[in-house]
């Protein structure tokens, strides 16, 4: 809204907790469901481009049909209130005369206004869904658990505070209030424990415990953690408890766990403008941790509508693994595209469910099958993904090779004369000097040619940390900007994971630990905060860690031999420890640090139960095979390199197929069975240009 003068305007307040209404002095207007999702998205997550959100509104409609519907609700609500609410032509605001419960709630929150916030009650829209919008609906849900946790925060934090004032019963209340919105959380019970005891109710105390454990066995088919078992015993027993309870565990603010503000950037930025206008590719390089997805996600987001595809860790040795994520990502949002027939029939080789009559069809038999192959995919790539804007890749370091060879393809395509106007950009993300030889060349080659530029993103410089700590609305962070910087070497990061660790041990009053000295550069304070988990869910970050890719819920119940609500409580733990994020890790440093310090005696025993469960869910071999070799193995290993080897050989791939029937060989080898080595060996010789 700049240049705007918003002194002396009528102030609306938007009421979006409960039913969705807009209020002013003289009168107030019910919104409907569009209306209130613009304007509830605005509120929550700020400016953002017009007609990107169009497409979240209108999911089943045309790209014309969506922003005609969004030109027309807007000017809808400036007829129904006789003011510009919403500014902006390509990206949205809310007027500064707007004010929000929903936003005023994250506020009180973050500022530690803790009873102002728990008066803002109701659910985010509660009376609208949003069944048609199938990506505006999951915001919906997951905003409206952010704001859930928000309350469960304030709920806690006011209780202890009402027990350092001597209202204990006041503190009863409001942990019986958490555990209402969060019933197996047992923070609360150990906590609803202490209360009753320093209340002088043994009994009660006593019977809370009771009623944790029935509603864990019952629900969850699980017990009590240790440490609530051994508080229970403490009190059974009678010793004399502090008055004054230990401090817990904070909930971390939302701006800790993801800044508000894209700091110290400026000069990436304005490399990454000069070359979208010039339409080349943008490949951000640097450190892990230093912000590359941030700042790539963000700038994206600025130019419109995006995709975002990862390559994970694991990936590398699996041919064509982030291409088919791709292509399902890209068949999820267009699910039946309209494709001539060979194009279908080539799909249909990595895809078989769009197989017609016909079936999938025969091996590629020379390299005249291939270039039809990967015409094909190409040509359903660039249909599909005409209406976006932008395309991010993040993590091409765990690129497999058979994906990068079609993403050269598909950049170079992207660049060629003709009507390819409506392409995506590209913008890339991988960490500095960890490429494989394959995908470096590839980036090197469309550099060389000025199709593509690499924008190195380095740490942040001093004066930049300072404003990312101001913009944190924690007390007490900006004056620990030098600590910081020297502790961290302003990997944003590490910044994180510093404030963190503060945090949860104690808060930032009492300024910046002495004892903290600048060596562990972030593994340490992630060390820290995996050895606070509790021994059942940090077993599920090490399966997590060692399956990769393959990791999934029924997977782990199946491996580590856990019920599905068991599992689902340990998996709610890694969560808000913020380790996991559904079934991936929250950053690649996390599982690095899991995996490097899972005990060496569990690793083999792991491998090989996860190679017995894939093995029934029919996994690519290649992955059979490395979890059998992890888990000692070499024989049952063996077979699998074959049959990935005799994959590769059927889809050309020939260096491939050669590389994998070594490692067959070899396997056989460590397995004694030398005869059968031979002749895998005497395979190789049959293969071309191996």
């Known amino acids: 809204m700049a240049g705007d003068d918003t002194a002396g305007a009528q102030v609306f307040r938007l009421e979006l907790l409960g039913e969705a209404r807009l209020r002013s002095d003289s009168a107030y207007l019910t919104l409907e469901r569009r209306t209130a999702a613009v304007l509830a998205w605005l509120a929550l997550e700020g400016p953002h481009p017009k007609y990107r959100l169009a497409g979240l509104l209108w999911a089943e409609s045309s790209e014309v049909t969506a922003r005609n519907n969004m030109r027309q609700l807007l000017r809808r609500l400036r007829l129904a209130t006789g003011t510009e609410l919403v500014h902006g032509s390509d990206v949205l605001s809310l007027a500064e005369n707007v004010t929000t419960d929903a936003a005023e709630l994250q506020a009180h929150v973050l500022a530690g206004r803790h009873a102002q916030a728990l008066e803002l009650e109701g659910t985010l829209l509660a009376a609208l869904d949003f069944d048609d919008c ?23 934090a006011e209780s202890e505070t009402r027990e350092r004032a ?40 006593l019977n809370a415990f009771e009623r944790c454990r029935r509603l864990l066995r019952e ?13 229970a015993r403490e009190i059974e027993r009678g010793p004399s408890l502090p008055s004054t309870p230990r401090a817990t565990t904070s909930k971390l603010p939302l ?15 304005e490399r990454m403008e000069a070359a979208w206008e010039a339409g080349m590719t943008i490949f951000l390089s640097g450190e892990p941790g230093v912000g590359k997805s941030r700042l790539a ?95 991010v890749a993040d993590d091409l370091q765990y690129m497999d090779a058979a994906t990068a060879e079609f993403a050269l393809l598909m950049l170079s395509r992207r660049h060629d004369p003709g009507p390819n106007g409506s392409y995506p950009h590209f913008i890339d993300t991988f960490r500095r000097d960890e ?60 910044i994180m994971e510093a404030l963190r660790h503060l945090l949860e041990s104690g808060g930032l009053e009492r300024g910046w630990p002495e004892h903290v000295q600048p060596t562990g550069r972030g593994r340490e304070l992630i060390q820290q905060r995996l050895e606070r988990l509790s021994p059942p869910a940090l077993q599920v970050a090490r399966l997590a860690a060692l399956a990769r890719t393959d990791f999934e819920l029924e997977l782990a119940g199946e491996v580590l031999e856990m019920s599905s609500l068991s599992l689902a409580t340990h998996v709610s733990e890694l969560e808000h420890a913020h380790v ?10 996390l599982f690095e640090v899991v995996r490097e310090t899972i005990p060496p005696s569990l690793v083999p025993l792991l491998h090989r139960r996860l190679a017995s469960a894939l093995e029934q869910r029919k996994a690519p071999p ?23 080897a005799n994959a590769e050989s059927a889809a050309l791939r020939h260096m491939e197929a050669a590389l994998l029937y070594f490692r067959a060989a070899t396997a056989l080898e460590e397995a004694g069975a030398a005869d059968e080595a031979a002749r895998i060996r005497a395979r190789v010789r049959g293969i071309p240009s191996a």
């Open 255 to 269: 701006s800790v766990l993801r800044p508000p503000l894209l700091v110290g950037r400026e000069r990436e930025w």
């Open 166 to 205: 001597g209202d204990l019963s006041g503190a009863l209340e409001l942990t019986e209030k958490v555990l209402a919105m969060d019933p197996y959380s047992e923070e609360a019970w150990r906590r609803l424990m202490r209360l009753h005891y320093v209340s002088g109710d043994r009994m009660a105390a």
């Open 580 to 589: 996991l994020r559904g079934e991936r890790f929250t950053h690649d440093l």
């Open 435 to 494: 490429l494989s030889p394959v995908v470096a060349a590839c980036v090197q080659q469309l550099v060389e040619a000025g199709l593509a530029v690499v924008i190195e993103v380095e740490p942040l410089e001093t004066d930049a940390v300072g404003a990312l700590l101001g913009s944190l609305e924690l007390s007490g962070a900006e004056h620990l900007r030098d600590n910081v910087m020297r502790y961290t070497g302003g990997n944003p990061l590490f």
């Open 134 to 156: 199938p990506e505006f609906q999951s915001w919906l849900e997951n905003a409206r658990e952010r704001l859930d946790s928000l309350r469960r925060r304030a709920a806690a």
């Open 622 to 644: 290649v992955i059979i095979a490395q979890h059998w070799l992890d888990g000692r193995e070499p024989g049952r290993a063996a077979p699998f390199f074959v049959a990935a």
């Open 297 to 391: 996600h963000d700038f994206a987001a600025s130019r419109g509508k995006f995709m975002v595809l990862e390559s994970r860790p694991g990936e590398q040795h699996i041919a064509y693994s982030s291409h088919v994520r791709l292509l399902r990502q890209i068949l999820a949002r267009c699910p039946d595209p309209t494709l001539e027939p060979w194009v279908r029939r080539e799909l249909a080789r990595m895809l078989p469910d769009m197989a017609g009559p016909e079936g999938v069809p025969p091996p590629m038999a020379d390299e005249s099958d291939r270039s039809r192959f990967l015409e094909a995919h190409c040509r359903l790539i660039y249909q599909v993904c005409a209406g976006f804007d932008a395309m």
């Open 219 to 231: 629900e969850l088919d699980t017990q009590p953690l240790p440490q609530t078992v051994a508080l």
